[in-house]
């Protein structure tokens, strides 16, 4: 049932090309102008009464939400609020008949999400979930759904699902840009375009899984490591952050790398890891000069740069090149190395790869 694979995680993790496009079939069309979002009935009309769009997850759902926040805002220029499930539930959120709520979730069940989701439902919110699990609750619960085709995802630490949570956001945003008209039809051809090749990006980046593998067995006793990205890599950093934390139980953290000089720069010294996340072109030589901060105080920094991107190799100890992929993009490819660094550590380490101590797949409880 694992097909070859020694773990789910890993299988997993390789499906992904396959993932990301069933997750566009039907949907991006290279011969249609249009996004076709199945089923769901949001008009024109819906999003000019939207003032503002909350999205709402738990965990990597979270993350996913993240780089959804900046894509809406960014191509369909709606103001969007990323929020915690268990936080969002109880905060009195200012949510009435003008909003749209997005709930993310892979399974469906989570507690707090779905708590979150029928809070906001009952306070008038219009809800748009998007769910890998075929009528689950939270599918159930929502005025519409947009599914994510990852399949079934049996490791307890989510990668695919992640990965397709994104290109649904993508999907949504490219959406609701065509309805406002705030992008013209040959940008959303663009995207559309690239994100298509974004199947053989990933595929791409997997080859280099050995390079991952070999840092792994250097490094699996370290302590600490710290993921350094700005923009859409930050996101990317608190993914791969927690992917480490619960898969190696190593610990680690994750800042927005403009954030390392207000604290957390205070922790480096000889040796400490720092993954410096490197994809965003329009934040290359912002992040350059982050990673010559970290190694002057002696980190080890492993850079995550797109192909062509040569400086860096110059200032960091090690670099693992990513296909080039557009900023907006980015996220989708530059998640793979980290999801498999993560898988490695812990293999190193001998965890429970697919069962992490203390975690459960579907959290349905508080
Ligand atoms: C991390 C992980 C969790 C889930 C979170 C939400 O690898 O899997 O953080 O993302 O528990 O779960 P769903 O998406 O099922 O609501």
């Not at 890993?10 to 069309?29: C, G, N, W, Y």
């Not at 490094?219 to 990317?236: A, E, M, W």
Request: with cysteine.
């Amino acid at each position: 049932e694992k097909g070859g694979y020694e773990h789910f995680m890993i299988k997993e993790i390789h499906e992904q090309p396959k993932a990301v496009k069933d997750t566009m079939l039907s949907r991006i069309d290279a011969d249609s102008d249009t996004i076709k979002l199945d089923d769901i009935k949001i008009t024109k009309e819906d999003l000019e009464k939207f003032r503002k769009i909350y999205i709402v997850a738990c965990g990597t759902a979270y993350h996913a939400g993240l780089v959804g926040k900046y894509m809406i805002e960014n191509l369909a220029k709606i103001p969007v609020e990323v929020d915690i499930a268990s936080e969002f539930r109880y905060r009195n959120a200012l949510v009435d008949e003008n909003t749209l709520v997005i709930i993310i979730s892979q399974s469906g069940e989570t507690l707090d999400t779905l708590a979150a989701l029928k809070e906001a439902k009952a306070k008038g919110a219009r809800i748009l979930s998007v769910v890998n699990v075929v009528g689950s609750s939270i599918a159930r619960e929502s005025h519409d759904v947009l599914y994510t085709w990852a399949g079934p995802e049996i490791s307890v630490a989510s990668t695919k699902a992640y990965t397709t949570q994104l290109i649904a956001l993508y999907e949504i945003a490219l959406y609701m840009a065509d309805l406002r008209g705030t992008l013209s039809k040959e940008e959303i051809k663009t995207i559309k375009d690239e994100m298509m090749i974004l199947p053989e990006k990933i595929e791409k980046t997997l080859e280099n899984k050995e390079a991952i593998q070999r840092f792994a067995a250097k490094y699996s006793g370290v302590k600490d490591v710290f993921f350094l990205g700005r923009g859409l890599d930050s996101p990317v950093a608190m993914e791969g952050s927690l992917k480490l934390k619960e898969l190696s139980y190593i610990h680690s953290d994750a800042y927005a790398a403009g954030e390392l000089k207000h604290g957390p720069i205070a922790l480096i010294e000889k040796g400490t890891i720092v993954i410096a996340i490197m994809a965003q072109q329009g934040l290359y030589e912002k992040m350059l000069n982050n990673v010559k901060e970290v190694k002057s105080r002696g980190a080890y920094v492993f850079a995550i740069a797109k192909e062509g991107h040569k400086e860096v190799e110059e200032i960091s100890d090690q670099v693992l090149f990513i296909p080039e992929v557009s900023d907006l993009l980015a996220p989708v490819v530059a998640i793979i190395p980290l999801q498999l660094l993560a898988y490695y550590m812990a293999v190193e380490k001998g965890c429970d790869v697919d069962k992490p101590r203390n975690l459960a797949k579907s959290v349905t409880v508080e």
